[in-house]
T-cell receptor, first 110, second 113 residues
Framework: SQQGEEDPQALSIQEGENATMNCSYKTSINNLQWYRQNSGRGLVHLILIRSNEREKHSGRLRVTLDTSKKSSSLLITASRAADTASYFCAPGDSWGKLQFGAGTQVVVTP | GAGVSQSPRYKVAKRGQDVALRCDPISGHVSLFWYQQALGQGPEFLTYFQNEAQLDKSGLPSDRFFAERPEGSVSTLKIQRTQQEDSAVYLC???????????FGDGTRLSIL
């Protein structure tokens, strides 16, 4: 299955700390995307990394991709209470079809 | 600019009733996706469209589920003879083209009594 699997399932940190979560998948991909979801809301796209890229940055976010290990990581630096959310990775095929995992629930306490 | 709009926001129906969920994608977005999200889980792919063409409906759980996008814009997800296991949040997303980031609506929370 192309479904992403996030690890850990839950993460609790204090404001200012960094948060790292990992994603593994099983088949070849065209790209891998990370999304955030606040409770009761839809998903918000964070970053897309293509299969020929190894690292990408966007603000306080850093994403890595290792296609040989079929894994990706998302790092949030200097976390804030507003970063509290569920984070999902989604391996994408060339058609744009995304298969989400169960997500990592991140809680940032002030 | 408006984002993806879904209606109704909440829907309660009795088991056996038919329901219709609406999605208004971002104007100009060619691709449209439907997902089902159970509590505490990630979204599960249901189906997607490129304009009015339904390219993949492999995720639809049963033949009681039907989706359409007749004019390549607004889409409707219909569930016939609803069952309790259909209770979930149904999310719609659109993207400019296939393979581009998806923009999600806030979903319709469906409860079947």
């Amino acid at each position: 299955s192309q479904q992403g699997e996030e690890d850990p399932q839950a993460l609790s940190i204090q404001e200012g700390e960094n948060a790292t979560m990992n994603c593994s998948y099983k088949t070849s991909i065209n790209n891998l995307q990370w999304y955030r979801q606040n409770s009761g809301r839809g998903l918000v796209h964070l970053i897309l990394i293509r299969s020929n890229e190894r690292e990408k940055h966007s603000g306080r976010l850093r994403v890595t991709l290792d296609t040989s290990k079929k894994s990706s990581s998302l790092l949030i630096t200097a976390s804030r209470a507003a970063d509290t959310a569920s984070y999902f990775c989604a391996p994408g095929d060339s058609w744009g079809k995304l298969q989400f995992g169960a997500g990592t629930q991140v809680v940032v306490t002030p | 600019g408006a984002g993806v709009s879904q209606s109704p926001r909440y829907k309660v129906a009795k088991r056996g009733q038919d329901v219709a969920l609406r999605c208004d994608p971002i104007s100009g977005h060619v691709s449209l996706f439907w997902y089902q999200q159970a509590l505490g889980q990630g979204p599960e792919f249901l189906t997607y469209f490129q304009n009015e063409a339904q390219l993949d409906k492999s995720g639809l759980p049963s033949d009681r589920f039907f989706a359409e996008r007749p004019e390549g814009s607004v889409s409707t997800l219909k569930i016939q003879r609803t069952q309790q296991e259909d209770s979930a949040v149904y999310l719609c997303a659109s993207s400019l083209e296939l393979g581009q980031p998806q923009h999600f609506g806030d979903g319709t929370r469906l409860s079947i009594l």
